[in-house]
């Protein structure tokens, strides 16, 4: 067996499959080998929730390629259940474990792509092991094990704990189902990384929508009656009575094998990467959430696991691996969710960080109207833009309302071509009075901005 | 009465305003006078066939600002219905006739603006003179006279001359309320200047919504019962019974006055100004669609009449006269209309414009959903980008479908920073399965139309 002309994919998540991929598209030859622990491949992990809310109406329908289809159509051989346990990058080596059969094999490789994704961050929560009813929401099997258990279990109160995006969707599905749902966050607020209008705003609708929002809340115990979880003890003392808890509380690389292998990380434990997507082992490559991104507006690497940054990753990783010179042109950092009717949403830095990494931060806010506001359905948009004095360059958004969507990618091209609020000002943005007002709630931001800026 | 600080504007359309308002925030003490032909000021033009419609309540609604709330809050002085009929630039004097007395004055001035916007372009049709039923839908004045008449008269069926965006919007007015409707086209096809596909998009909303459509149809007279028109007779011969006929074969620069005040027009016969917006004429500025604008793809003047061009050409002209020194960035040229359910767009150049002005396009069109596939209500939208082949540059996109101005604004901001189809292609926007698929439908196009670059 020779791997003078092998690619070897770990983890079968976007990132490693857009590698391997565009690896096709450039190499028809060469011989292409994705190792994928779980049984699922090429799904949409973000939909997992809308399936749980019933809004998708099959966790089927998440699944985009089989393998099957990989085998057949890019001659892409996909093995899933199998886990990579050792990187002998010396001699250029994996050793997989078959987790059906037990058997273990080595097999050469030429290129090796780590695409190992993240893994959720478990709180320390005392009575954790055993317990049924105790979710985290990172994999299709996490998800069908959620959805399984709704079924066979009178689900009658949710606890969620932590509310950043996941944390939100999740209480919307379990809302819509008609689930009495609390969300515990360690935070005081909501998306505590956003700014405080944005966290008072989902404060709003959760009240509406009957969703029960703790702050300061640490959960520090689940109890249960010797099977499932029947309640949750927080920090200080109270008992939160649930029927199934959602651990949201953030994710991390997943790196262990990559460290143990000599691949470097940075102090977030993401593998080290140039923007070639290049490790620090030659032919050793990395991409998507268990890797390092480059912001193009530090220039320099941050850790933001996104979906859209993964395949972009991939596919760069990809075509160099099959021959060509690219390199990741970065990210502005734009990410987005949707909680009920309202986006939220941001792109580039908030005012915060803009601080932290050493920027005069001016910013300003308004809320404007999305269309002509002589519709009656008009809805409301907040914006929120950061600009740094000095240079009166534009550094991030943040947006939360309607069509936030719409407005945060204007913004995240505007940033990517390190635009300055002046240069924002001046975009010519299309008009129609059921699409949006002549002057669109982001001029008038910008407007509004470079008044202070003068 | 000296004239030594006054800056007179002549038109109360959008230019107009952000001219006098502009310059008031500039200089508190300066003297400013407007004045408007029309009984109206500041109101949304865009606005009237939604009004038509009945999707807005009211006209009223469509008044933003009224003539007293500009004197008390800008103390900016507007007399409506009087009409500027001459201009003595050596003397730097307005000659101004009040309509509704009859008297005439001479005013002085030191800055003057020209916001007299545009005219409908009337076609040669027999038996226009004089008869009831035949209306432009140009000023708010036009706009009440429709609505009155379709309250005095029972209108059953109605034609409209013209199917660009104006005769678009008022077909889908006139068929909301219940009435037959007939586009008559001179081209053969709806919105003629976009690719044909979106003409086919058009055509297949009106069967849906049965509009009739006739391509290749210009009305060469009508007809009437003595007082009102009955029928309208194409060139061919043929008579197309109507209640109601609405022309909406284009506009053309209102500048008669300018141009016999002295002041330069180009081909088109709008007024050339430079990016400060200033005239041929030392003190004599213009703005809006009586002039041209900058084009910032072309580096050229063009003549692109649009609202949000407007306000921002007013903008200028009113601080540059305020004392400030400021140029017009241009514009890509962003447009959109809605019919029914579909959003249709452009912005910079389509690829029988990019081929006019000397470059070499290519071209790629996709189909795509608009969010993550495995949502039910997940719309298409139809993407078009067109390319410089010799230097990968951006050049303009068309797009048609659901979400089309959540895009165009994208390649609006990519073209203003003169970014190649690659850059695009990078770009980092928002994913969240109920708001975009993990690829933007925007990124394949880039992505596709990439692969014909390379």
């Not at 590698?19 to 994705?34: E, F, G, N, T, Y």
């Not at 989902?202 to 029947?230: P, Q």
């Not at 990380?265 to 480059?294: F, H, S, W």
């Amino acid at each position: 067996m020779s791997g003078s002309d092998r690619l070897i994919v770990i983890g079968g998540v976007a990132a490693g499959l857009s590698a391997a991929s565009a690896a096709r598209r450039c190499r028809p030859d060469m011989d292409i080998q994705v190792f994928e622990k779980q049984p699922y491949i090429s799904y949409s992990a973000c939909g997992i929730p809308f399936a749980i809310s019933g809004q998708v109406s099959s966790f089927r329908d998440l699944i985009v390629f089989t393998p099957e289809e990989f085998r057949r159509q890019r001659q892409i051989d996909i093995a899933t259940e199998h886990e990579v346990t050792e990187v002998f990058t010396a001699r250029r080596v994996v050793r997989v474990k078959n987790l059906k059969t037990g058997e273990i094999r080595d097999m050469p490789y030429r290129f090796l792509v780590f695409s190992t994704g993240a893994v959720p961050v478990i709180p320390r929560i005392a009575g954790l092991k055993d317990m049924q009813g105790v979710f985290t929401v990172r994999t299709l099997n996490d998800g069908l094990a959620v959805s399984d258990y709704l079924e066979r279990v009178p689900v009658k109160k949710a606890l969620i704990a932590g509310s950043g995006y996941l944390g939100l969707e999740m209480a919307e599905a379990f809302a819509r189902r008609g689930i009495e749902t609390i969300l515990a966050e360690a935070r005081e607020q909501p998306l505590a990384e956003m700014d405080t209008y944005i966290g008072q705003s989902v404060l709003d609708i959760c009240r509406k929508k009957n969703i029960g929002f703790m702050g300061s809340a640490r959960i520090d115990g689940i109890e249960g009656d010797g099977i499932r979880i029947r309640s949750a003890v927080l920090s200080g003392g109270s008992r939160i009575d649930t029927d199934i808890l959602i651990l949201a509380t953030g994710i991390r690389p997943n790196t262990e094998l990559a460290q143990r292998s000599g691949i470097e990380l940075d102090d977030r434990g993401a593998i080290k990467i140039n923007r070639r997507m290049e490790t620090n082992i030659p032919g050793v490559y990395a991409a998507g959430d268990c890797a390092q991104t480059y912001c193009s507006i530090l220039g320099k690497p941050v850790y933001v696991p996104l979906g859209t940054t993964a395949n972009k990753q991939g596919r760069i990783a990809g075509k160099n691996i099959g021959g060509k010179n690219v390199q990741f042109k970065g990210v502005t950092g734009t990410s987005i969710v949707t909680f009920f009717d309202m986006e939220i949403s941001k792109t580039g830095l908030t005012e915060t960080k803009a601080r932290e990494y050493g920027f005069d931060p001016v910013v300003k806010a308004i809320t404007h109207h999305t269309k002509a506001g002589y519709f009656k359905d008009a809805g409301q948009l907040w914006i929120k833009l950061t600009a740094d004095r000095r240079t009166g360059r534009l550094l991030g958004a943040e947006l939360a309302g309607t069509d936030a969507a719409k407005r945060v990618n204007i913004v995240s091209a505007a940033l990517s071509a390190r635009m300055s609020v002046a240069d924002l000002t001046s975009l010519d943005l299309c008009y129609a009075p059921p699409v949006s007002p002549v002057w669109d709630p982001l001029l008038i931001a910008a407007n509004e901005l470079l008044k202070l800026l003068e």
